[in-house]
């Protein structure tokens, strides 16, 4: 087995070796010609592996779209409080990382003219990512469990373990019911890197 060293300065060398096994047919390695650069490895820090704008990593749950898991219950409250158990936790790898919550669900308000606002927030550092990143509801059918999306987001800030929670309000009247179908739903946060 053949090999080529590369001897710094300072004594230590680098070695780039041929493969431990034979390969089904000669292999070719080409050097970039437009571009100076770093070879990563399985050593290499986050900082390098992920360039701005890219996803680095996708966390994903679900929940359960009625009141059969005691998540849910009726809400007519004026204060945001925690809505049932739409909550993922998530280790960013990044502090300055944007987090995307997306999820959708099924709810019905009975007031006409009433409607819904949503809180991105952050349970381990209390702390709200966006407030009222969408408003649902208003002149909906208010027998109608209509189809809500929610996509949020918000600086990590943190690099260890957090819970995001999705809270809600009853903005202007009314009570919100959630109690649709015993059915799953997806929900995910995307961090991304900037």
Not at 82 to 107: C, Q
Not at 135 to 162: E, F, L, P, R, W
Request: aromatic share 8%.
């Amino acid at each position: 087995m053949s090999s080529i060293k590369l001897k710094h300065s300072g004594g230590n060398s680098v070695i780039i070796a041929a493969p431990s096994s034979n390969p089904a047919s000669n292999r070719t390695l080409t050097v970039p010609s437009n571009a100076d650069g770093t070879i990563l490895t399985t050593g290499s820090s986050d900082a390098d592996r992920y360039k701005t704008g890219e996803v680095v990593q996708v966390v994903m749950g679900t929940f359960t779209n009625n009141y059969s898991d005691g998540g849910f219950a009726d809400i007519s409250g004026t204060s945001y409080v925690n809505y049932g158990p739409m909550n993922l936790a998530i280790t960013p790898k990044f502090s300055n990382s944007k987090l995307i919550f997306e999820t959708n669900f099924n709810a019905k308000l009975d007031d006409g003219d009433g409607n819904t606002q949503f809180e991105l927030y952050d349970t381990t550092n209390s702390r709200s990512l966006m407030t009222a990143g969408i408003s649902t509801h208003y002149q909906a059918n208010t027998n109608a469990y209509q189809n809500n999306t929610i996509k949020m987001y918000g600086d990590a800030g943190y690099t260890t373990a957090i819970t995001l929670q999705v809270r809600v309000r009853i903005a202007q009247g009314g009570t919100l019911n959630t109690n649709y179908a015993d059915q799953p739903r997806l929900m995910t946060i995307t961090e991304v890197k900037q």
